[in-house]
């Protein structure tokens, strides 16, 4: 389950004014401006009665808010809203149902994981970033100014998504391995036998021994089972 946010302190460290660009002319704070669909699926009433009070304050009249239970997940593609808040233990199905580069909804994901693991990485290019539930404030100022600003939530301009800073910075953290370290690194996380692995890739036990080994020695670990345990954990975004 989500912890409850830190918002109240995030909104008195950040302003409002950093936020919503009151120099832009698209995000004025004026009753003229156009309102903001947004949508919540998030297992955890606390996190999401904390987000509500949020961006009800940052967007006041101009945010219209719709609360999905998360039975109701699967709806949330129909429901309509610009901006889609869910919880990642959610989005999986709904991701892979989307088209590629999917970009008439904005997709934000929050999570209790540091980044959002490999299988939700393989539709990267379909929700614009993803929020740790404990995030710092600098983070959420970045990705809720990216997003709130973004030119394709306005005019559907999809080219801004190649530029947007919050798409790159959910990934997860690059290792200091090589690209065949890695592939095995993810299998590794991925609970695959060495037998498999092995099989798999095309070299012998002893070869892939020798990979565990260096994989150990590039990554400060003293064992098989820590090298299995940080494989996991990085695989599913812990």
């Known amino acids: 389950m989500l912890a409850s946010p830190n918002f109240r302190r995030i909104r008195s460290l950040i302003g409002k004014e950093s936020l919503i660009g009151f120099n832009n002319n698209h995000m004025s704070t004026s009753k003229e401006s156009a309102t903001i669909d947004i949508a919540i699926c998030v297992d955890s009433q606390i996190f999401t009665r ?39 233990l959610l989005a999986l199905p709904i991701l892979e149902r989307l088209p590629r580069d999917c970009r008439s909804q904005h997709i934000i994901l929050v999570s209790e ?34 997003i709130l600003d973004c030119p394709a939530l306005r005019s559907n301009d999809v080219s801004a998504c ?25 299998r590794v996380g991925r609970l ?35 090298l299995l345990k940080v494989a996991v954990d990085w695989v599913e975004g812990r």
């Open 50 to 88: 904390g987000l509500v009070d949020f961006l009800r304050e940052l967007l006041g009249e101009r945010a219209r808010i719709r609360i999905h239970k998360p039975i109701h997940a699967d709806s949330l593609p129909h429901s309509g809203a610009r901006i889609i808040i869910l919880d990642a």
């Open 113 to 146: 994981k540091s980044h959002p693991g490999l299988e939700l990485e393989e539709h990267a290019d379909k929700f614009c970033a993803f929020f740790p539930a404990r995030a710092d404030e600098t983070s959420l100022q970045r990705d809720l100014q990216s």
């Open 162 to 186: 190649e530029r947007c800073p919050s798409r790159l910075a959910y990934l997860a953290a690059a290792l200091p391995l090589s690209p065949r370290e890695l592939e095995i690194f993810e």
């Open 192 to 226: 695959q036998s060495t037998a498999d692995i092995a099989e798999s890739l095309g070299i012998s036990i002893k070869t892939l021994e020798s990979h565990y080994a260096n994989m150990k020695d590039k990554l400060q670990l003293s064992s098989s089972r820590e």
